[in-house]
């Protein structure tokens, strides 16, 4: 049985950082391309970032390059995401996902096998 679960979400004043953690079980995880998602109140969920089996195979929305960092450790099973220079707009449900065991790049549009049920995010001003 494959288990998503994301943590480290929390009230952030704006300009403040949070590291998300995304903690794998019941799959091969370092064969997953996996992804980060969010949802702000009141709209569509996005993606913002992923990462595929070269540590160096990564993609982000332009809303966040520069100011987010994902990156996976493949020993414990563990996606992270830094957020960094916060913005109010950053508020969000955030989610993890598997994409799918295909070999090359990721992309943030790639379909979603499965999904976490997410961790809050909450940036004042």
């Known amino acids: 049985q494959v288990q998503v679960v994301e943590s480290g979400g929390g009230l952030v004043q704006a300009g403040g950082a949070l590291r998300l953690s995304c903690t794998v079980s019941?799959?091969?995880?370092?064969?997953?391309?996996m992804a980060w998602f969010r949802q702000p109140p009141g709209k569509e969920r996005e993606g913002i970032s992923c990462?595929?089996?070269?540590?160096?195979?990564?993609s982000y929305r332009d809303s966040v390059k520069g100011r987010f960092t994902v990156s996976r450790d493949n020993a414990k099973n563990i996606v992270y995401l830094q957020l960094n220079s916060l913005k109010p707009e950053d508020t969000a449900m955030y989610y993890c996902?598997?994409?799918?065991?295909?070999?090359?790049?990721?992309?943030?549009?790639?379909?979603?096998?499965?999904w976490g049920q997410g961790t809050q995010v909450t940036v004042s001003s």
């Open positions: 996902a598997a994409q799918n065991t295909r070999w090359g790049p990721c992309s943030i549009q790639d379909d979603v096998r499965y």
């Open positions: 019941g799959m091969s995880f370092e064969i997953w391309k």
């Open positions: 990462i595929s089996q070269r540590v160096d195979w990564t």
